[in-house]
């Protein structure tokens, strides 16, 4: 199982400190929307740049004009670019075409979905590379959020997928043991007092 640090920070240059100090224990560098969002598809340049043996993940969460939206984020630097799963067909298809014709992948969001094992079977078929099965952070602070009805619902869709939504040192065995191909780890790493030791018990915590 690989491990992805999701950076939600909302500068370049923060974004470029904590790359720097989690990216030895880390194998997927994912920009998290908002970071986008304040800096552009430039902030995907600058850490294509700095980290070029690394898989850089630009979270679009893109809706509509898919393979107009990940063509741009791969010009920028991307290794792989997200589509929400509610998304028409078309749009994920098209951001896949996109990502063939550069040797990129798509990753479908699946937040907001609720019958997420059905909607990963429907767009694994269009081509995407893994499917993220996604609880944000609204949903996280809602009383009763549960990671492993996320994690139970990953394995039942019986194709590639990551987890994003409360993994931490705590449940990262879980996370592995469901079958996930990848970890989204967030806040347990920028949060920490030491990115650095944070990712590299994540990291050490797989077997």
Same mark, same amino acid.
């Not at 909607?119 to 429907?122: S, Y």
């Given at each position: 199982m690989k491990i992805q640090v999701a950076i939600d920070l909302l500068s370049t240059a923060e974004a470029l400190e904590l790359a720097g100090k989690v990216a030895p224990y880390v194998d997927i560098i994912e920009l998290g929307t908002p970071l986008i969002k304040a800096e552009g598809l430039s902030v995907i340049t600058a850490i294509k740049? !700095?980290?070029?043996?690394? %898989?850089?993940? !630009?979270?679009?969460? %893109?809706?509509? /004009? *898919? =393979?107009l939206e990940a063509d741009i984020a791969f010009a920028a630097g991307a290794d792989l670019v997200s589509i929400l799963g509610a998304a028409d067909n078309s749009t994920i298809a098209g951001a896949v075409k996109a990502a063939t014709e550069r040797g990129k992948g798509i990753v479908v969001d699946l937040i907001g979905i609720a019958d997420k094992p059905a @909607? !990963? @079977? =429907?767009v694994a078929a269009l081509g995407v590379q893994f499917v993220e099965f996604h609880a944000g952070l609204d949903e996280q602070a809602q009383p009763g959020y549960d990671l492993d009805v996320l994690l139970s619902a990953g394995t039942a869709s019986q194709v590639p997928f990551s987890v994003a939504g409360g993994v931490s040192i705590s449940t990262i065995a879980n996370v592995q043991k469901s079958g996930a191909q990848v970890a989204? /780890? *967030? *806040? /347990?790493?920028y949060s920490a007092d030491d990115p650095a030791q944070a990712a590299k018990e994540l990291q050490a915590a797989l077997v």
């Open positions: 740049q !700095a980290h070029p043996d690394k %898989t850089v993940f !630009a979270d679009m969460k %893109t809706m509509d /004009a *898919g =393979e @909607r !990963a @079977r =429907e989204v /780890a *967030g *806040g /347990a790493i």
